[in-house]
């Protein structure tokens, strides 16, 4: 029988071995992509062995199954699909794929526990009896019929570890193996699962693994138990989140004497004693905690919690401290500079390079029967005393970091559902402003309240610039190679890929914008923004200089190329929106921030004027900025008509005209004018004005009500000057901020509107005489920004010509609005300066230090 497997983990391999042991003819594994450069174990085992690998990041996009990845698995011809434990999505075209269809193993014994986190469920509902199943694939969440199952009595104090280890996974794979045997009999039975009794829970993570005290000692005992080791229980107290493991009901003798921790919600003060903490059920019974996790990761035995912070310090036994003297002289052997290895002996300082780096992992590994060791922890971990400290914890299991605590704020929207942040990120912890001030973000679409958002302060900003500062001369980040924070990038854009319909719903239900467009432009265009400097991670060099000699000494002048330090990015959200005084707040701290190297600013020009300022009296801040726009477009009369109404209506009305390079205004050669604006009032009225969220919307609505306001005030001011309004011009009377496509025609240069830009859907149009080139250009280029600019011509001698002319930072010919990652943007004149995008961008985070030798 050949049997495909899909899954991963030791417990995959395992299976795997097990049933080419067995005789059965493995034609392929699918396993999960390497991670952080190491290969999944079953994936690794099956390379060995020339079994076809594959490591399909996704099986489906968008609820469909890729085609080209169910063609490959087709082609393997499996008979039996075995799922030992996956953690994909696997698709039913798969799934129903070969002739005996597919199994799975479950840690639980269905119906019970549906779910991801069954192990965990287990034993936060107190069952006195746990197991496995195996049960055949259907379309539904663990709901297909049982083939076999195993049952083992839970213990007292089973954690998830234990009773994985205990019953769970070598139980495990024997009952995979087993039922892979009974189909190839045609033994192996169907049996529908009950719904008496059914239950499902969802995926434990940190942030809901918060403990509740108002319930009796068994009961806490089993959520901490059924926590530990992942994702941890917890509470506060003493100023600081605590993780509790190592719980037990077994204080048979034990006296709560000690020192009192206040445990807010907690029926009494828990107790720190030499046994452990003690902690108390609403019931008054005792449980004991015999290992606490600190808020900043650190291990410590419950009893030493109050012994200060050097009692966050591990104690060696004495199988660990022949441990410690191995790696000793293994320091010593990469080391041979150093006389003797001390606590406070740093690797690097004592002449340790890269791949000495390697060669302390791999002897370490060696020495500690292939302790789970990578690169980074050596970076992370430079002094011995530290080495030591992470290596015993990683030693006893007592090394997995605490997942970061998220306050979401969760929404059914667009079929899925959407779990949004709302605090502020300061130093990898999502933390509430000072003094908890929030205020609200709306939906632009029905003015509803999405959420309560964190208001920062002053205080705040200090806090996260500090945050920044650390990492940058502290953190692993710094440390590790160029091509390792090369690959991580490449890993943030991969993660922001596999939930780019997520990413783009709340685009949509925040900003209003369509979520097609949000899709392709807003996501997708960030996801190639990191692909693209990920791949300039490694390639940030200097260079070598020929310089006059010192004769008769000579000299060698090398540059390099050097981050710059700590960078702010501010977005002004405008002069007319509520959001206005926070930006200040916060861009006039950063902007005078000492430790501020460089301000990074997108908003209006006389913003951007103040953040000079600050930049310049603070400390000589490096500034890039890209300010306001009144990007011209000039059509002329032999152009592709056709083409130019398209792509005229795209550089106005793409993002419902909240977009900075929009084509602000647009002159039309005469000969064509009227034709042009007739077609253009024909392609509006086609427009479907409604919920950015449905395929079929073309204009969603304005980002905020205050912005709404603006643009009648702009549309009113037009006609009061003389401008003929052709179409739009109003409020689209529905909920929300929406705003009508506006066409604007007989607009002279001295209007407000022929000057100022509205960031909204008004299309802006004059004439001009017919081949009067250089007076529409001398129009085009009266105004003081710079930022984009666009031409319309089949005369290639003409657009090279007015492409030439054109003070703007970006010239489009027959196209607009087609930007592309390594392309540079930027401004000129009162748009601003510096480059985003493209190679160019490189140099604004960059400083160039020259370097000269004499020999």
Known sequence: MKIAVIGQSLFGQEVYCHLRKEGYEVVGVFTVPDKNGKADPLGLEAEKDGVPVFKFPRWREKGQALPDVVAKYQALGAELNVLPFCSQFIPMEVINAPRHGSIIYHPSLLPRHRGASAINWTLIHGDKKGGFTVFWADDGLDTGDLLLQRECEILPDDTV????????????????????????????????????????????????????????????????????????AWTEACGQ??????????????????????????????????????????????????????????????????????????????AELVTMEGVRSA????????????????????????????????????????????????????TFKDFIQLLVRKLRGDDKESECIIDYVEKAVNKLTLRMPHQLFIGGTFVDAEGAKTYETINPTDGSVICQVSLAQVSDVDKAVAAAKDAFENGLWGKISARDRGRLLYRLADLMEQHQEELATIEALDAGAVYTLALKTHVGMSIQTFRYFAGWCDKIQGSTIPINQARPNRNLTLTRKEPIGHVGLLMNPGPFTPMRSLGSLVGQRLSDHPDVRKIGFTGSTEVGKHIMKSCALSNVKKVSLELGGKSPLIIFADCDLSKAVQMGMSSVFFNKGENCIAAGRLFVEDSIHDQFVQKVVEEVKKMKIGNPLDRDTNHGPQNHQAHLRKLIEYCQRGVKE??????????????????????????????????????GPVMVISRFADGDMDTVLSRANATEFGLASGVFTRDIGKALYVSDKLEAGTVFINTYNKTDVAAPFGGFKQSGFGKDLGEAALNEYLRVKTVTFEY
């Open 722 to 759: 003389g401008a003929t309004l052709v179409c739009g011009g109003n409020q689209v009377p529905r909920p929300g901020f929406f705003f009508e496509p506006t066409v604007f025609t007989d607009v002279e240069d001295h209007m407000f509107i022929a000057k100022e830009e509205s960031f």
């Open 161 to 232: 570890s234990t009773l994985y280890n205990r019953f769970l996974f070598p139980e495990g794979i024997k009952g995979m193996v087993q039922a892979v045997r009974l189909i190839a009999e045609g033994r192996a039975p169907r049996v529908p699962q009950p719904e008496e009794g059914a239950t499902y829970e969802g995926i434990q993570k940190k942030e809901t693994a918060k403990i509740n005290w108002e319930q009796p000692a068994e009961a806490i005992h089993n959520w901490i138990r059924g926590n530990d080791k992942v994702p941890g």
């Open 331 to 382: 320091w010593k052997r990469i080391l041979p500079n150093v006389l003797e290895v001390e606590d406070s002996t740093d690797f690097f300082k004592s002449g340790a390079a890269s791949v000495d780096v390697v060669r302390l992992v791999e002897e370490v590994k060696e020495l500690c029967d292939g302790v789970e060791l990578e690169n980074e922890d050596v970076y992370m971990a430079t």
């Open 241 to 318: 989140k605590l993780t509790f493991f190592n719980s037990t009901l077994n204080t048979a003798g034990l006296v709560p004497e000690g020192e009192a921790l206040p445990i807010p919600g907690a029926h009494r003060p828990g107790v720190v004693t030499k046994a452990g903490l003690i902690l108390f059920g609403n019931d008054d019974r005792m449980l004991l905690v015999k290992n606490i996790q600190l808020e900043d990761g650190k291990m410590i035995p419950a009893s030493h919690f109050f012994r200060g912070e050097d009692s966050s310090a591990l104690e060696l036994t004495e």
